[in-house]
């Protein structure tokens, strides 16, 4: 791989990377679609990163479907498919971890703790093996997304980090692998996450600006749903990822949602604008 991307830039051309996790679905797509506007060539990484699992994650039952993933990139035009072990990824005696203080201690990194150092710690190996200009990630993990650009801007690294929008199914709930695990109840019943966000996004247009108000509002919509067991529903600064009382500058709404054993995640950016939000305030589900 290394020798791949080298001979790249020694080519003058400019490569753009997408890291993954597997069972791929059409928002990892939109990121090689995204990735072939700007790039060539096009690499993609299918890596299960132990390192970002707790004790009593799902590491081991996440979905692997290898055989379709690669056929599936291929069709999408990816040039290259880097596929490392765990033992090349983390070879004998590697005692090396990437630490963001301050984002990932907060929400998902205060609930499981660790998984921001090991999603930190993968991503930088990966980019120091790929070299790409352009690295694409997913709005939909927000926060993993913000502790990404950090590190990168902290580091000074050479790659730039992508951000890219949410895909939707048909219905609305936001494209995750870890959708396969859930039920045909609880599928139909994960709607209410973005039934929730759109509520708050309403609220929004008709000029509400108070946290509290927003955030018991997407409460409401997923206390209705039976399956749903509310982790947290927050409003925060988009840098910081600090809570927020009034809505002002770019904030979002997260939410994070378990029906049965899966654990899904969700959010919406909020460009409100002026300190006050205004009615310039702007809504991306």
């Given at each position: 791989?290394?020798?791949?991307s080298?001979?790249?830039?020694?080519?003058?051309?400019?490569s753009?990377?997408?890291?993954?996790?597997?069972?791929l679905?059409?928002?990892?797509?939109?990121?090689?679609?995204?990735?072939?506007?700007e790039a060539?060539?096009?690499i993609?990484?299918?890596?299960?990163?132990?390192?970002?699992?707790?004790?009593?994650?799902?590491?081991?039952?996440?979905?692997?479907?290898?055989?379709?993933?690669?056929?599936?990139?291929?069709?999408?035009?990816?040039?290259?498919?880097f596929?490392?072990s765990?033992?090349e990824?983390?070879?004998?005696?590697?005692?090396?971890?990437?630490?963001?203080e301050?984002?990932?201690?907060?929400?998902?990194?205060?609930?499981?703790?660790?998984?921001?150092?090991?999603?930190?710690?993968?991503v930088?190996?990966?980019l120091?093996?790929?070299a790409?200009?352009?690295?694409?990630?997913?709005?939909?993990?927000?926060?993993?997304?913000?502790?990404?650009?950090?590190?990168?801007?902290?580091?000074?690294?050479?790659?730039e980090?992508v951000?890219?929008?949410?895909?939707?199914?048909?219905d609305?709930?936001?494209?995750?692998?870890?959708?396969?695990?859930?039920?045909?109840?609880e599928?139909?019943?994960?709607?209410?996450?973005?039934?929730?966000?759109?509520?708050?996004?309403?609220?929004?247009?008709?000029?509400?600006?108070?946290?509290?108000?927003?955030?018991?509002?997407?409460?409401?919509?997923l206390?209705?749903?039976?399956?749903?067991?509310?982790?947290?529903?927050?409003?925060?600064?988009?840098?910081s990822?600090?809570?927020?009382m009034?809505?002002?500058?770019n904030?979002?709404?997260?939410?994070?949602?378990?029906?049965?054993?899966t654990?899904?995640i969700?959010?919406?950016?909020?460009?409100?604008g002026?300190?006050?939000?205004?009615?310039?305030?702007?809504?991306q589900?």
């Amino acid at each position: 791989m290394k020798q791949v991307s080298r001979q790249a830039r020694s080519d003058g051309r400019v490569s753009g990377f997408v890291p993954t996790m597997g069972a791929l679905h059409a928002g990892h797509l939109s990121l090689v679609d995204a990735a072939r506007r700007e790039a060539s060539p096009v690499i993609a990484s299918i890596f299960v990163n132990p390192k970002q699992f707790g004790p009593s994650e799902d590491y081991a039952r996440y979905p692997r479907a290898l055989d379709a993933d690669r056929e599936a990139l291929q069709r999408a035009g990816v040039d290259y498919l880097f596929i490392p072990s765990v033992e090349e990824m983390y070879p004998p005696g590697f005692s090396t971890t990437v630490n963001v203080e301050g984002i990932s201690d907060r929400l998902e990194g205060r609930i499981r703790p660790g998984h921001f150092r090991g999603v930190a710690t993968v991503v930088l190996r990966l980019l120091e093996i790929v070299a790409p200009r352009w690295a694409y990630f997913g709005r939909k993990d927000a926060q993993q997304a913000r502790v990404i650009t950090q590190m990168a801007r902290d580091l000074a690294l050479d790659s730039e980090i992508v951000v890219c929008p949410i895909v939707r199914e048909a219905d609305g709930l936001a494209m995750s692998s870890r959708n396969a695990y859930l039920s045909p109840d609880e599928r139909r019943g994960a709607t209410a996450l973005c039934r929730a966000l759109d509520r708050v996004r309403q609220a929004i247009s008709a000029g509400e600006r108070d946290t509290l108000r927003l955030i018991e509002a997407a409460r409401a919509v997923l206390a209705a749903e039976p399956l749903a067991k509310v982790d947290y529903v927050e409003l925060v600064d988009a840098e910081s990822f600090e809570s927020v009382m009034r809505l002002r500058g770019n904030c979002y709404v997260l939410l994070a949602v378990r029906f049965g054993a899966t654990r899904l995640i969700d959010n919406m950016l909020v460009e409100a604008g002026d300190a006050d939000g205004g009615s310039t305030a702007r809504c991306q589900l």
